[in-house]
Protein backbone atom coordinates (compact mmCIF):
# COMPACT_ATOMS: atom_id res chain seq x y z
CA UNK A 1 0.00 0.00 0.00
CA UNK A 2 1.24 3.58 -0.80
CA UNK A 3 1.59 6.23 1.64
CA UNK A 4 -0.43 9.52 1.67
CA UNK A 5 0.82 12.31 -0.45
CA UNK A 6 0.71 15.36 1.77
CA UNK A 7 -0.44 18.83 -0.02
CA UNK A 8 2.78 21.12 0.63
CA UNK A 9 1.43 24.59 1.73
CA UNK A 10 2.47 26.88 -0.32
CA UNK A 11 3.97 29.83 1.04
CA UNK A 12 4.83 33.36 -0.45
CA UNK A 13 7.46 35.14 1.23
CA UNK A 14 7.32 38.89 -0.38
CA UNK A 15 10.19 41.26 -0.68
CA UNK A 16 11.89 44.44 -1.97
CA UNK A 17 13.59 46.23 0.43
CA UNK A 18 16.82 45.79 3.16
CA UNK A 19 14.61 45.48 5.90
CA UNK A 20 12.22 42.89 4.07
CA UNK A 21 15.47 40.38 3.44
CA UNK A 22 16.42 40.25 6.22
CA UNK A 23 13.09 39.39 8.33
CA UNK A 24 12.57 37.02 5.84
CA UNK A 25 16.08 35.30 5.39
CA UNK A 26 16.25 32.77 8.34
CA UNK A 27 12.84 32.00 8.21
CA UNK A 28 12.29 31.14 4.45
CA UNK A 29 15.72 29.07 5.24
CA UNK A 30 14.14 27.19 7.99
CA UNK A 31 11.50 26.69 6.15
CA UNK A 32 12.69 24.89 3.08
CA UNK A 33 13.62 22.00 5.85
CA UNK A 34 9.84 20.96 6.64
CA UNK A 35 8.12 18.76 4.82
CA UNK A 36 4.68 20.78 5.08
CA UNK A 37 5.82 23.97 3.18
CA UNK A 38 6.79 25.12 0.23
CA UNK A 39 8.38 28.31 0.30
CA UNK A 40 8.28 30.82 -2.41
CA UNK A 41 9.68 34.04 -2.69
CA UNK A 42 8.05 36.77 -4.54
CA UNK A 43 10.67 39.82 -5.49
CA UNK A 44 8.88 43.40 -6.19
CA UNK A 45 11.77 45.14 -7.58
CA UNK A 46 11.01 48.13 -5.21
CA UNK A 47 14.95 47.99 -4.02
CA UNK A 48 16.69 48.24 -8.11
CA UNK A 49 20.11 49.42 -7.35
CA UNK A 50 21.99 46.02 -6.96
CA UNK A 51 23.80 46.86 -3.91
CA UNK A 52 20.51 47.76 -2.53
CA UNK A 53 18.76 44.29 -3.78
CA UNK A 54 20.81 41.41 -4.93
CA UNK A 55 23.71 41.55 -2.86
CA UNK A 56 21.43 41.58 0.40
CA UNK A 57 20.34 37.92 -1.10
CA UNK A 58 23.38 36.69 -1.60
CA UNK A 59 25.04 38.39 1.76
CA UNK A 60 21.80 36.56 3.30
CA UNK A 61 22.39 33.14 1.49
CA UNK A 62 18.11 33.79 0.22
CA UNK A 63 17.38 31.76 -2.92
CA UNK A 64 16.91 33.12 -6.11
CA UNK A 65 12.99 34.42 -6.18
CA UNK A 66 10.72 32.63 -8.09
CA UNK A 67 9.08 35.51 -9.40
CA UNK A 68 10.78 39.23 -10.02
CA UNK A 69 8.15 41.59 -10.58
CA UNK A 70 10.13 44.47 -11.31
CA UNK A 71 8.32 47.38 -10.51
CA UNK A 72 11.55 49.74 -10.06
CA UNK A 73 10.77 53.56 -8.99
CA UNK A 74 8.43 56.02 -8.47
CA UNK A 75 5.85 57.55 -6.38
CA UNK A 76 4.31 55.44 -3.38
CA UNK A 77 0.99 55.21 -5.20
CA UNK A 78 3.04 54.23 -8.54
CA UNK A 79 4.85 51.25 -6.62
CA UNK A 80 1.91 50.12 -5.21
CA UNK A 81 -0.43 50.24 -7.61
CA UNK A 82 2.35 48.23 -10.08
CA UNK A 83 2.73 45.81 -7.24
CA UNK A 84 -0.93 44.93 -6.72
CA UNK A 85 -1.63 44.36 -10.51
CA UNK A 86 1.72 42.42 -11.13
CA UNK A 87 1.06 40.80 -7.32
CA UNK A 88 -2.11 39.80 -8.44
CA UNK A 89 -1.42 37.86 -11.62
CA UNK A 90 1.24 35.61 -9.60
CA UNK A 91 -1.36 34.75 -6.66
CA UNK A 92 -3.95 33.84 -9.37
CA UNK A 93 -1.64 31.37 -11.17
CA UNK A 94 0.51 30.14 -7.85
CA UNK A 95 -2.31 30.07 -5.38
CA UNK A 96 -0.38 30.33 -2.25
CA UNK A 97 -1.93 29.40 1.05
CA UNK A 98 -0.56 31.83 2.69
CA UNK A 99 1.47 35.54 2.18
CA UNK A 100 4.32 36.73 4.89
CA UNK A 101 4.93 40.36 4.63
CA UNK A 102 6.77 43.14 6.83
CA UNK A 103 6.18 47.11 6.65
CA UNK A 104 7.27 48.60 2.87
CA UNK A 105 5.37 49.70 0.15
CA UNK A 106 5.17 46.14 -1.55
CA UNK A 107 3.83 44.86 2.28
CA UNK A 108 0.59 47.33 1.53
CA UNK A 109 0.41 46.52 -1.53
CA UNK A 110 0.42 42.64 -1.60
CA UNK A 111 -1.66 42.32 1.79
CA UNK A 112 -4.70 44.48 0.28
CA UNK A 113 -4.10 42.20 -2.66
CA UNK A 114 -3.90 38.93 -1.24
CA UNK A 115 -7.07 39.55 0.89
CA UNK A 116 -9.61 40.47 -2.07
CA UNK A 117 -8.14 36.78 -3.15
CA UNK A 118 -9.37 35.41 -0.02
CA UNK A 119 -5.46 34.32 1.04
CA UNK A 120 -4.28 34.05 4.40
CA UNK A 121 -1.74 36.93 5.46
CA UNK A 122 1.24 36.90 8.13
CA UNK A 123 2.81 40.06 9.28
CA UNK A 124 6.47 40.19 10.75
CA UNK A 125 6.99 43.15 12.94
CA UNK A 126 3.61 43.75 13.73
CA UNK A 127 2.26 46.48 15.80
CA UNK A 128 5.07 49.31 15.55
CA UNK A 129 3.69 52.52 15.68
CA UNK A 130 6.29 55.90 15.39
CA UNK A 131 2.37 57.86 15.47
CA UNK A 132 3.55 59.70 12.66
CA UNK A 133 1.15 58.98 9.92
CA UNK A 134 3.54 61.37 7.87
CA UNK A 135 6.12 58.32 7.79
CA UNK A 136 4.66 56.31 4.74
CA UNK A 137 6.18 53.03 6.33
CA UNK A 138 3.01 53.65 9.26
CA UNK A 139 0.47 54.04 7.08
CA UNK A 140 1.88 50.58 5.96
CA UNK A 141 2.41 49.00 8.76
CA UNK A 142 -1.26 50.18 9.96
CA UNK A 143 -3.16 48.84 6.92
CA UNK A 144 -1.00 45.35 7.05
CA UNK A 145 -2.18 44.61 10.80
CA UNK A 146 -5.71 45.26 9.70
CA UNK A 147 -5.68 43.29 6.92
CA UNK A 148 -3.71 40.33 8.56
CA UNK A 149 -4.55 37.05 9.99
CA UNK A 150 -1.74 36.37 11.71
CA UNK A 151 0.36 39.18 13.50
CA UNK A 152 3.98 38.55 14.75
CA UNK A 153 5.29 40.79 16.91
CA UNK A 154 8.72 41.66 18.07
CA UNK A 155 8.65 44.13 21.27
CA UNK A 156 5.66 44.14 24.10
CA UNK A 157 4.66 47.87 22.64
CA UNK A 158 3.55 45.97 19.75
CA UNK A 159 0.95 44.18 21.58
CA UNK A 160 -0.32 47.00 23.26
CA UNK A 161 -0.44 48.87 20.37
CA UNK A 162 -2.65 46.09 18.51
CA UNK A 163 -5.43 45.84 21.31
CA UNK A 164 -5.55 49.23 21.38
CA UNK A 165 -6.81 49.96 18.18
CA UNK A 166 -8.93 46.84 18.47
CA UNK A 167 -7.01 44.59 16.25
CA UNK A 168 -6.73 42.09 19.01
CA UNK A 169 -8.72 41.58 22.04
CA UNK A 170 -12.24 41.79 23.28
CA UNK A 171 -13.00 44.52 20.92
CA UNK A 172 -11.68 42.95 17.45
CA UNK A 173 -14.05 41.99 14.85
CA UNK A 174 -15.92 38.84 16.35
CA UNK A 175 -16.50 37.51 12.78
CA UNK A 176 -12.83 37.27 12.09
CA UNK A 177 -10.05 36.02 13.96
CA UNK A 178 -6.85 37.50 14.41
CA UNK A 179 -3.61 35.90 15.87
CA UNK A 180 -0.87 37.78 17.49
CA UNK A 181 2.26 35.76 18.85
CA UNK A 182 4.84 37.54 20.92
CA UNK A 183 8.05 35.86 18.94
CA UNK A 184 10.79 38.45 19.09
CA UNK A 185 13.02 39.80 15.99
CA UNK A 186 13.87 38.00 12.36
CA UNK A 187 16.40 41.07 11.79
CA UNK A 188 17.91 39.74 15.02
CA UNK A 189 18.15 36.13 13.85
CA UNK A 190 20.01 37.62 10.59
CA UNK A 191 22.38 39.74 12.49
CA UNK A 192 23.28 37.25 14.60
CA UNK A 193 23.58 34.90 11.10
CA UNK A 194 25.69 37.74 9.32
CA UNK A 195 28.00 37.98 12.56
CA UNK A 196 28.79 34.10 12.72
CA UNK A 197 29.71 34.36 8.82
CA UNK A 198 31.68 37.34 8.96
CA UNK A 199 33.81 35.33 11.49
CA UNK A 200 34.82 33.08 8.87
CA UNK A 201 35.98 35.16 6.22
CA UNK A 202 38.77 36.86 5.40
CA UNK A 203 38.63 40.53 6.38
CA UNK A 204 40.48 41.29 3.21
CA UNK A 205 37.00 39.95 0.91
CA UNK A 206 35.09 43.35 2.77
CA UNK A 207 34.85 46.42 0.38
CA UNK A 208 35.83 48.38 3.19
CA UNK A 209 38.46 46.42 4.67
CA UNK A 210 41.58 49.04 3.74
CA UNK A 211 39.23 51.85 5.17
CA UNK A 212 38.61 50.20 8.60
CA UNK A 213 41.86 49.48 9.09
CA UNK A 214 43.17 52.95 8.40
CA UNK A 215 40.57 54.55 10.92
CA UNK A 216 41.78 54.50 14.60
CA UNK A 217 38.12 54.90 15.59
CA UNK A 218 35.07 56.34 12.83
CA UNK A 219 31.37 56.58 13.60
CA UNK A 220 28.82 55.30 11.03
CA UNK A 221 26.45 57.43 9.04
CA UNK A 222 22.98 56.73 7.42
CA UNK A 223 20.77 58.62 5.63
CA UNK A 224 17.70 57.97 3.28
CA UNK A 225 14.30 59.17 4.85
CA UNK A 226 12.57 61.39 2.82
CA UNK A 227 12.02 63.91 5.94
CA UNK A 228 16.03 64.33 5.75
CA UNK A 229 17.11 63.93 2.53
CA UNK A 230 14.49 65.73 -0.14
CA UNK A 231 14.33 68.86 1.80
CA UNK A 232 17.24 70.78 0.71
CA UNK A 233 17.21 73.11 3.90
CA UNK A 234 16.89 69.95 6.47
CA UNK A 235 19.51 68.12 4.60
CA UNK A 236 22.15 71.20 4.93
CA UNK A 237 21.67 71.15 8.14
CA UNK A 238 22.61 67.26 8.73
CA UNK A 239 25.99 68.08 6.67
CA UNK A 240 26.86 70.86 8.99
CA UNK A 241 26.24 68.49 11.95
CA UNK A 242 28.20 65.23 10.94
CA UNK A 243 30.88 68.48 9.89
CA UNK A 244 31.04 69.40 13.49
CA UNK A 245 30.60 65.76 14.41
CA UNK A 246 33.72 65.40 12.65
CA UNK A 247 35.78 67.68 14.72
CA UNK A 248 35.83 64.84 17.28
CA UNK A 249 35.86 61.81 15.06
CA UNK A 250 35.99 60.78 11.41
CA UNK A 251 32.63 58.82 9.78
CA UNK A 252 32.28 56.95 6.90
CA UNK A 253 29.08 57.60 5.41
CA UNK A 254 27.48 55.21 3.01
CA UNK A 255 25.37 56.86 0.89
CA UNK A 256 22.24 56.10 -0.17
CA UNK A 257 21.30 56.19 -4.20
CA UNK A 258 18.79 58.98 -3.08
CA UNK A 259 20.64 61.10 -0.83
CA UNK A 260 23.76 61.12 -3.65
CA UNK A 261 21.20 62.39 -6.17
CA UNK A 262 19.86 65.19 -3.57
CA UNK A 263 23.21 66.19 -2.28
CA UNK A 264 24.13 66.29 -5.56
CA UNK A 265 21.29 68.43 -6.99
CA UNK A 266 21.61 70.89 -3.86
CA UNK A 267 25.10 71.04 -4.76
CA UNK A 268 25.75 70.15 -1.22
CA UNK A 269 29.47 69.93 0.14
CA UNK A 270 30.07 66.68 2.59
CA UNK A 271 32.88 67.55 5.21
CA UNK A 272 36.45 66.54 4.67
CA UNK A 273 36.58 63.85 7.49
CA UNK A 274 33.10 62.29 6.20
CA UNK A 275 34.31 59.55 3.86
CA UNK A 276 31.32 59.22 1.52
CA UNK A 277 31.20 55.40 0.08
CA UNK A 278 28.80 53.78 -2.32
CA UNK A 279 26.21 51.80 -0.37
CA UNK A 280 27.33 48.24 1.04
CA UNK A 281 26.11 45.03 0.81
CA UNK A 282 24.43 43.57 4.31
CA UNK A 283 27.81 41.86 5.31
CA UNK A 284 30.41 45.29 4.28
CA UNK A 285 27.97 47.37 6.28
CA UNK A 286 28.27 44.99 9.34
CA UNK A 287 31.66 44.58 9.28
CA UNK A 288 32.07 48.23 8.75
CA UNK A 289 29.86 49.21 11.73
CA UNK A 290 30.04 46.69 14.14
CA UNK A 291 33.28 48.21 15.49
CA UNK A 292 32.00 51.57 15.23
CA UNK A 293 32.10 54.49 18.34
CA UNK A 294 28.43 55.17 17.18
CA UNK A 295 26.06 55.36 14.32
CA UNK A 296 24.00 58.20 13.40
CA UNK A 297 20.88 57.04 11.29
CA UNK A 298 17.14 57.39 10.15
CA UNK A 299 16.34 53.50 9.81
CA UNK A 300 14.88 51.59 11.96
CA UNK A 301 16.24 48.35 11.31
CA UNK A 302 19.68 49.88 12.42
CA UNK A 303 18.18 51.13 15.44
CA UNK A 304 17.42 47.54 16.70
CA UNK A 305 20.74 45.97 15.41
CA UNK A 306 22.66 48.75 17.40
CA UNK A 307 20.85 47.80 20.72
CA UNK A 308 22.01 43.70 19.82
CA UNK A 309 25.63 44.86 19.13
CA UNK A 310 25.53 47.34 21.94
CA UNK A 311 26.51 50.20 19.76
CA UNK A 312 25.03 53.71 20.73
CA UNK A 313 22.60 54.73 18.29
CA UNK A 314 21.25 58.45 17.92
CA UNK A 315 18.57 58.10 15.74
CA UNK A 316 18.21 61.72 13.29
CA UNK A 317 14.10 61.47 13.39
CA UNK A 318 11.46 62.73 15.41
CA UNK A 319 9.86 59.48 16.90
CA UNK A 320 10.48 56.17 16.69
CA UNK A 321 8.43 53.47 16.36
CA UNK A 322 10.86 50.65 18.17
CA UNK A 323 10.22 52.69 21.66
CA UNK A 324 12.11 49.12 23.42
CA UNK A 325 15.28 50.64 21.73
CA UNK A 326 15.22 53.88 24.02
CA UNK A 327 14.00 52.21 27.04
CA UNK A 328 15.87 49.18 27.05
CA UNK A 329 18.59 49.22 23.83
CA UNK A 330 21.72 51.89 23.39
CA UNK A 331 19.09 54.10 21.17
CA UNK A 332 18.71 57.94 21.61
CA UNK A 333 16.02 60.10 19.36
CA UNK A 334 17.24 63.35 18.96
CA UNK A 335 14.28 65.00 17.24
CA UNK A 336 14.92 68.40 15.67
CA UNK A 337 17.36 69.37 17.77
CA UNK A 338 20.15 68.72 15.78
CA UNK A 339 22.82 69.99 18.27
CA UNK A 340 22.38 68.20 20.84
CA UNK A 341 24.54 65.32 18.31
CA UNK A 342 27.86 66.37 19.05
CA UNK A 343 27.13 66.49 22.88
CA UNK A 344 25.90 63.17 23.05
CA UNK A 345 28.97 62.01 20.86
CA UNK A 346 30.99 63.52 23.06
CA UNK A 347 29.69 61.58 26.08
CA UNK A 348 29.62 58.48 23.82
CA UNK A 349 33.29 58.95 23.25
CA UNK A 350 34.25 59.56 26.92
CA UNK A 351 32.36 56.66 27.79
CA UNK A 352 29.74 58.39 29.59
CA UNK A 353 26.80 56.79 27.64
CA UNK A 354 23.82 54.99 28.92
CA UNK A 355 22.99 51.03 30.21
CA UNK A 356 21.14 48.92 27.88
CA UNK A 357 20.39 45.29 27.61
CA UNK A 358 19.19 43.13 24.78
CA UNK A 359 15.25 42.85 25.02
CA UNK A 360 13.48 39.50 25.52
CA UNK A 361 13.34 37.55 22.52
CA UNK A 362 15.73 39.49 20.20
CA UNK A 363 17.91 35.74 20.73
CA UNK A 364 18.44 34.49 17.06
CA UNK A 365 15.39 32.52 18.03
CA UNK A 366 12.48 34.15 16.30
CA UNK A 367 12.45 32.47 13.40
CA UNK A 368 12.22 29.22 15.11
CA UNK A 369 9.22 30.52 17.43
CA UNK A 370 7.75 31.48 13.84
CA UNK A 371 7.84 28.33 12.12
CA UNK A 372 6.65 26.40 14.97
CA UNK A 373 3.49 28.03 15.35
CA UNK A 374 2.72 28.28 11.28
CA UNK A 375 3.50 24.25 11.70
CA UNK A 376 0.53 24.51 14.25
CA UNK A 377 -1.83 27.05 12.53
CA UNK A 378 -1.72 26.34 9.15
CA UNK A 379 -3.96 23.93 8.22
Request: hydrophobic share 40%.
Amino acid sequence: MGGYIIKRKKVFFVVGARPNFMKIAVLSRLMESYNRFRPIIVHTGQHYDYRMSQSFLEDLEIRKPDYFLNVGSGTHAQQTARVMARFEKVCLKAKPDLVVVGDVNSTLATSITAKKLGIRTAHIEAGLRSFDISMPEEINRMVTDKMSDMLFVTEKSGMGNLTAEGIIGKSSNKNRIVKAFFVGNTMIDSLRFGLSKIRSMDVNEFSVCKLKESLKKYAVMTLHRPSNVDDKIQLKKLMEMIGEVSRDIEIVFPVHPRTRKKIKRYKIKIPKRVHAISPLGYLDFLYLYKDAKFIMTDSGGIQEEATVLKIPCLTLRRNTERPITVTEGTNIVIGDKLNLVRREARKILSGKFKKSHIPRFWDGKASLRIMKILNRELI
